[in-house]
């Protein structure tokens, strides 16, 4: 079984324990951004942080039930609360620009959130926590770079709005894993 770490490539958990995360996005279930006229880099963009916000909303989710660490408990809550709002945000930017996200998370993603599952205990908080650091790293770089060289004025707007906060999100789960 692969160690966990939701690369954002595609994390940051879902919203989509499926039918749930799919709301807080859109309708659409399509897997990649579609439609407007973005440049490639900023739909990929769009993409991967979509995606990667989906499967940080289902993992919190996830770890408000499974947890034991009260700290995890309350990261995960946090990262349901911050991402669904984001990946909101960037819902109606994308809208601006004629874009539709995807509607849910890939394959890859949601067997990342099906093996987590199974975990539980301190097994579950360790793996949760190893995979909030791997994805915060990947997620800090995505949007590091969208806002620095980020095609769409409104997509780098965004990124960097939104940077501080996962920024944040890495220093309190870096912190949370020296605990544990």
């Known amino acids: 079984m692969r160690s966990i770490p939701f690369r954002l490539q595609s994390g940051a958990a879902a919203l989509a324990l499926a039918a749930a995360s799919s709301l807080a996005f859109a309708a659409d279930p399509m897997t990649s951004a579609t439609g407007g006229q973005l440049d490639k880099s900023d739909r990929t963009f769009v993409e991967k942080a979509t995606i990667g916000g989906m499967t940080e909303v289902a993992a919190g989710k996830l770890a408000q039930d499974k947890a034991t660490d009260p700290s995890v408990k309350a990261f995960a809550a946090r990262m349901v609360s911050d991402h669904t709002k984001a990946g909101a945000e ?90 544990l």
């Open 90 to 179: 960037l819902t109606k930017v994308a809208a601006s620009e004629g874009v539709t996200v995807p509607g849910a998370i890939d394959k890859s993603h949601q067997k990342d959130i099906d093996d987590l599952a199974k975990k539980s205990g301190k097994d579950f908080d360790k793996a949760y926590v190893k995979a909030m650091v791997s994805d915060h790293k990947d997620t800090v770089s995505l949007f590091e770079k969208q806002a620095k060289s980020g095609k769409d004025a409104n997509l780098k707007q965004f990124a960097s709005t939104t940077l501080p906060t996962l920024q944040d999100h890495l220093q309190m789960i870096e912190a949370i894993e020296k605990k």
